[in-house]
């Protein structure tokens, strides 16, 4: 069967909704079956893997799609995240019986990856980044570059492809799903991400963009 293959941060996972959430609000062991992701495979009657990473930053979200086994009949769909959310990538893998340092955790697919979210005046790496690194422009700048790269990458294994953000973006191969819409006019779940019907909503909105043009 072919694949669907979604890309993304908590907002693709299914982090919040009922069967995604577990204790201190921490998401869950899988994604979730009311998620886009899920939906969307539904509708176009293929598998899916949902490659969703809760709290990835673009960047990461970038070297997931290329480093990715991609199967001759996938087709893909990204929903880009947050601007502001940085990482430092690795590719290198935790060695038995070592410990991971403070904001270090270990991918799905057993990559190193150091998080750096949203500012946290509790995290010196995030306080440090916050004041001497980030830029709000630099970031966009470099969004806007990945995703050029990922659809030259995409295209050139010819995989079917669609772009889509949470934030709005000015660059010809972003499909606008009116996120503001749907955080502002569907109810979210207790801590803040997209609900149900909202999830339902995203899914219908891409859907009909890949079948409608």
């Given at each position: 069967?072919?694949?669907?293959?979604?890309?993304?941060?908590?907002?693709t996972?299914?982090h919040?909704?009922?069967?995604?959430?577990m204790?201190?609000?921490?998401?869950?062991?899988?994604?979730?079956k009311f998620?886009?992701?899920h939906?969307?495979?539904k509708?176009l009657?293929k598998?899916?893997y949902?490659?969703?990473?809760p709290?990835?930053?673009n960047?990461l979200?970038m070297?997931?799609?290329?480093?990715?086994?991609f199967?001759?009949?996938?087709?893909?769909v990204?929903?880009?995240t947050?601007?502001?959310?940085?990482?430092?990538?690795?590719h290198k893998?935790?060695?038995?019986?070592?410990?991971?340092?403070?904001?270090?955790?270990v991918?799905p697919?057993?990559?190193?990856?150091?998080f750096i979210?949203?500012?946290?005046?509790?995290?010196?790496?995030?306080?440090r980044?916050?004041?001497?690194?980030?830029n709000?422009?630099?970031?966009?700048?470099?969004?806007?570059?990945y995703?050029s790269?990922v659809r030259l990458?995409l295209?050139?294994?010819?995989i079917p492809?669609?772009?889509?953000?949470?934030k709005?973006?000015?660059?010809?191969?972003?499909?606008?799903?009116?996120?503001?819409?749907?955080t502002?006019?569907?109810?979210?779940?207790?801590?803040?991400?997209?609900?149900?019907?909202?999830?339902e909503?995203l899914?219908?909105?891409?859907?009909k963009?890949?079948?409608?043009?």
């Amino acid at each position: 069967m072919d694949r669907l293959v979604a890309f993304g941060c908590s907002y693709t996972y299914g982090h919040g909704l009922p069967d995604c959430i577990m204790a201190k609000g921490r998401a869950g062991k899988k994604p979730s079956k009311f998620a886009w992701p899920h939906l969307l495979a539904k509708k176009l009657d293929k598998e899916l893997y949902n490659a969703g990473v809760p709290g990835a930053s673009n960047k990461l979200i970038m070297d997931t799609v290329i480093n990715f086994p991609f199967k001759p009949t996938d087709t893909v769909v990204i929903l880009w995240t947050y601007l502001s959310r940085h990482c430092i990538l690795s590719h290198k893998k935790l060695e038995p019986g070592s410990k991971l340092d403070n904001e270090v955790s270990v991918l799905p697919n057993g990559n190193l990856h150091t998080f750096i979210g949203t500012y946290d005046p509790r995290s010196l790496m995030s306080a440090r980044y916050y004041r001497l690194l980030h830029n709000e422009e630099d970031q966009l700048i470099m969004t806007n570059h990945y995703i050029s790269y990922v659809r030259l990458y995409l295209e050139k294994h010819n995989i079917p492809n669609l772009q889509t953000t949470i934030k709005k973006l000015d660059h010809p191969l972003i499909y606008d799903n009116n996120w503001n819409d749907l955080t502002e006019n569907y109810p979210l779940t207790p801590d803040n991400h997209l609900g149900i019907e909202a999830q339902e909503e995203l899914a219908n909105r891409i859907h009909k963009r890949m079948t409608e043009g």
